[in-house]
C-alpha cells in the first residue's frame, strides 16, 4: 500500500533544488533541531517563509551598506553607523550560519557546499579585519571587507527563478563551451593577422596586444587606444566587428532554447495517469498523484 504525500509536497510534484539540499544535509528525526532546519531549509511553514524574506531583505541591506562604506565622504560622515550596522549583520549572518550547521545531521557536508561556503564568506571578513590586523602586510585588510559582498550570492539559495536559469546554464555547457573555443579561435586569428598588417608601428606591438585588440573589437566595446590605420586593417576590422554582433546573439539563444526546452518539459509532459485515481495530466517530474497522494508509477512499475 503507498503512503500518500503531505498535503504541502503533494502540491508540488517538481524536486527542486532546496528539496534536494534537504536530503544530501540530512534532516534530524526531531526535537529543536528538525523545528529549526523545517524553518531554515523548508518554505512550506508560514515561519519558513518568513524566515527567506527577512534574510533576503537583511542581505540586501548589508551589501548596500558595504556600498555606501566604499564612498569616501559618506564614510568619513557615517563611518560609526556603517561600523554598527556591519557588526549587526556580522552577528546575525553568523548566527544563522551556526543554525544552518547545528540543525542539519550532516554538518560537514553542508560546509562544504556551495552555499555553505559562501555563508562562512560572509562572516569572516569582519572577523579577520577586526581581530587579525595583522594580515595587511599580506594583502589590504579592505580586500577582505570587500569580499562582504559575496553575501549576494545568498538570494540565489532563495530565488526559484535563479535556480531556474541556473540549471539552463548547467544544462548548455558544453554547448556555450564550444561556442567560446570557437570564439577564441576566430580571437586568436584575428589578433595575429592584425599584427601581421598592421605591425608595431601602428600600436600593435605584440601578437598578445593585438589579441587584445580584437577582444574588444568583437565584443563592440572598442576602446580606442589601439586603431588600424591601413585599408586591409580597417576592412578586417570591419569584418570582426559584423562577427561581434553574431556573436553576443548565439549564448543568449542556446541558454533560451534550454530554457524553453525544460518549460516544455515540466509543463507539456506526455500525460500520466494515476493508477489509483486514474487523473490525467501529471508533470514528468511528479512522483505523487496531485488528485489522491497515491505514488505515480513510472513506465518500468506498470
Known amino acids: 500500500m503507498t503512503t500518500p504525500l503531505p498535503p504541502a509536497a503533494a502540491d508540488d510534484g517538481n524536486v527542486d533544488a532546496r528539496a534536494l539540499q534537504r536530503d544530501e544535509f540530512g534532516r534530524p528525526a526531531q526535537g529543536w533541531r528538525r523545528v529549526a532546519f523545517d524553518v531554515i531549509f523548508g518554505t512550506e511553514t508560514p515561519a519558513g517563509r518568513a524566515f527567506d524574506v527577512v534574510l533576503m531583505l537583511l542581505i540586501v541591506a548589508s551589501v548596500v551598506v558595504v556600498m555606501l562604506d566604499s564612498i569616501a565622504p559618506l564614510a568619513a560622515r557615517h563611518g560609526l553607523l556603517f561600523n554598527r550596522l556591519?557588526?549587526?549583520?556580522?552577528?546575525?549572518?553568523?548566527?544563522e550560519y551556526v543554525l544552518r550547521l547545528s540543525s542539519v545531521?550532516?554538518?560537514?557536508?553542508?560546509?562544504?557546499?556551495?552555499?555553505?561556503?559562501?555563508?562562512?564568506?560572509?562572516?569572516?571578513?569582519?572577523?579577520?579585519?577586526?581581530?587579525?590586523?595583522?594580515?595587511?602586510?599580506?594583502?589590504?585588510?579592505r580586500v577582505f571587507r570587500l569580499l562582504r559582498v559575496f553575501r549576494v550570492l545568498k538570494l540565489g539559495e532563495y530565488m526559484e527563478e535563479f535556480q531556474f536559469l541556473s540549471r539552463a546554464f548547467a544544462d548548455s555547457r558544453r554547448k556555450i563551451l564550444v561556442f567560446l573555443s570557437a570564439v577564441l579561435v576566430a580571437v586568436l586569428i584575428g589578433g595575429t593577422v592584425m599584427y601581421v598588417v598592421e605591425g608595431p608601428e601602428r600600436g600593435f606591438t605584440s601578437i598578445p596586444m593585438s589579441i587584445y585588440w580584437?577582444?574588444?573589437?568583437?565584443?563592440?566595446?572598442?576602446?580606442?587606444?589601439?586603431?588600424?590605420?591601413?585599408?586591409?586593417?580597417?576592412?578586417?576590422?570591419?569584418?570582426?566587428?559584423?562577427?561581434?554582433?553574431?556573436?553576443?546573439?548565439?549564448?543568449?539563444?542556446?541558454?533560451?532554447?534550454?530554457?524553453?526546452?525544460?518549460?516544455?518539459?515540466?509543463?507539456?509532459?506526455?500525460?500520466?495517469?494515476?493508477?489509483?485515481?486514474?487523473?490525467?495530466?501529471?508533470?514528468?517530474?511528479?512522483?505523487?498523484?496531485?488528485?489522491?497522494?497515491?505514488?505515480?508509477?513510472?513506465?518500468?512499475?506498470?
Not at 112 to 119: E, H, K
Not at 130 to 135: C, D, K, R, V, Y
Not at 254 to 273: G, Y
Request: aromatic share 12%; proline share 4%.
Open 105 to 141: 545531521r550532516h554538518p560537514l557536508r553542508y560546509a562544504r557546499s556551495f552555499f555553505g561556503i559562501v555563508d562562512l564568506l560572509a562572516v569572516l571578513p569582519t572577523y579577520v579585519a577586526a581581530f587579525l590586523p595583522e594580515l595587511a602586510f599580506l594583502v589590504d585588510v
Open 86 to 95: 556591519e557588526w549587526f549583520f556580522t552577528v546575525v549572518f553568523t548566527l
Open 214 to 302: 580584437a577582444v574588444t573589437t568583437m565584443t563592440t566595446v572598442g576602446f580606442g587606444d589601439i586603431t588600424p590605420s591601413t585599408d586591409l586593417g580597417r576592412l578586417i576590422a570591419s569584418i570582426m566587428m559584423l562577427l561581434g554582433w553574431g556573436v553576443l546573439a548565439v549564448p543568449t539563444g542556446i541558454v533560451t532554447a534550454e530554457m524553453t526546452a525544460r518549460h516544455s518539459a515540466r509543463w507539456f509532459a506526455p500525460a500520466r495517469a494515476c493508477a489509483a485515481c486514474r487523473t490525467l495530466g501529471h508533470e514528468r517530474a511528479a512522483r505523487f498523484c496531485k488528485q489522491c497522494g497515491n505514488r505515480l508509477l513510472d513506465g518500468a512499475d506498470r
